[in-house]
Structure formats: structure tokens, C-alpha cells
């Protein structure tokens, strides 16, 4: 069961602003087997994001244009992939 779920949860979106943060977390990801996709795209990252067709998007809330409640909601309206809040003050 454990390898089923690992195996489908392959491809991770990250949506972070801030770029030292987002190569690293792509780095670590990537050492465990998944595949990151990102993006800089900040004014059209919604469209960006729901194309990815990732099976995880991990999302900062601090973000410019739009802050991640608002990314997350309209994600939400066109897509159920399984979203986390990943965030730094």
C-alpha cells in the first residue's frame, strides 16, 4: 500500500517567490526520486500551476500579485490536486 501511494505521488509544483528557498526545496525533493517543476511566472502562476499537472502543489502565502489564499481558492476551482501550505516569516 505504502509503495502504491508513493509511487502515484511522483511530480511536485512549487510555488515559492523566494528563489535560494525554491532551488533547495527542488534539490531535496528531487535526492528522494520526485520531479519539481517551478515557476516565476507570478502574474499568471494559477494557469501555470493547474497546466503543471503536478499530484502535489506546494505553495507559499507570501507571493507577489496575488498571496497563496487566493492561489489556493481559484486552484480549487478547476483542479483537486492535493495542495500544502509551505510558508516562512
Known sequence: ???????????????????????????L???YGY????????ERIIEVAVLARADLILLDINLPYYDGHHICREIRK????????????
Open 35 to 42: 520531479t519539481c517543476q517551478v515557476s516565476d511566472e507570478f
Open 29 to 31: 525533493l528531487e535526492a
Open 1 to 27: 500500500m505504502e509503495r502504491d501511494i508513493e509511487n502515484k505521488m511522483k511530480r511536485i509544483f512549487i510555488i515559492e517567490d523566494d528563489q535560494l528557498l525554491r532551488v533547495e526545496l527542488a534539490k
Open 78 to 89: 478547476q483542479s483537486d490536486v492535493p495542495i500544502i501550505v509551505v510558508t516562512s516569516s
